[in-house]
């Protein structure tokens, strides 16, 4: 059965949801879909990955921005990142196994989508990671959604469609940027087209980005 908090976890890096082939072994997942090398984050925040969770350490770094945002504060690194208070809006009530399931899908997808931004991967390449991902110690399931899903054309305006709440809107964009710190040129056209989709301020955008950096700070 299709899980796509599970999901979720392997793309942030976390492995909580079952310690599949990537997880703390550096974001094997993620680095595959951006062809980058593993990234600060996952390793920085390993310990608050193991025990919230990909779905609560993307909300808690989309709160913390927030929370900076909106006091015009830095971004400073964080050593052990907490998940958003649960009446915040930044996650589903723990109890709400299928909003907690819808959000997680969604930002597995801006993940997706974050990684084919570069436009830069031919047939060839492409071909060689589906490869690589159908290597990977996954259950079947996750396998053909990331065939599809990567597949698919990039589609901005449909991913920011989907999203409900401001809130969700700040998850989504803390999702394609943990995929891409840093940004490539084209990347960073993606990320500029996709705060205006959602709608964000783009100071708001500005400290997502410095808070997803800071968090992989030494």
Not at 6 to 18: I, K, P, Y
Not at 143 to 150: I, P, R, T, V
Not at 166 to 171: G, L
């Amino acid at each position: 059965m299709f899980d796509s908090k599970r999901l979720l976890d392997e793309l942030v890096g976390s492995g909580a949801a079952g310690g599949f082939a990537g997880g703390l072994a550096g974001g094997a997942l993620a680095s595959l879909l951006t062809s980058k090398k593993p990234g600060k984050q996952a390793k920085k925040l390993a310990g608050s990955a193991i025990k919230v969770g990909g779905l609560a350490l993307v909300g808690g770094l989309a709160y913390k921005a927030w929370q900076n945002y909106q006091k015009g504060a830095k971004a400073t690194p964080e050593e052990a990142l907490q998940p958003p208070p649960s009446d915040s809006g930044f996650l589903p009530a723990a109890a709400d196994a299928q909003a907690g399931a819808v959000l997680s899908l969604l930002l597995a997808k801006a993940m997706i989508a974050a990684a084919k931004a570069d436009g830069q991967i031919d047939t060839a390449e492409s071909q060689a990671i589906l490869e690589q991902i159908n290597g990977l110690d996954l259950p079947a399931e996750d396998k053909a959604f990331l065939f599809e899903e990567y597949g698919r054309p990039l589609d901005i305006a449909a991913l920011a469609a989907e999203v409900r709440t401001p809130e969700h809107a700040a998850e989504v964009y803390t999702a394609s940027a943990w995929m891409l710190d840093p940004p490539s040129p084209p990347e960073r056209f993606y990320l500029d087209t996709l705060g205006r989709a959602l709608g964000l301020d783009p100071a708001l955008a500005q400290q997502i980005e410095a808070t997803v950096a800071a968090s992989g700070a030494e």
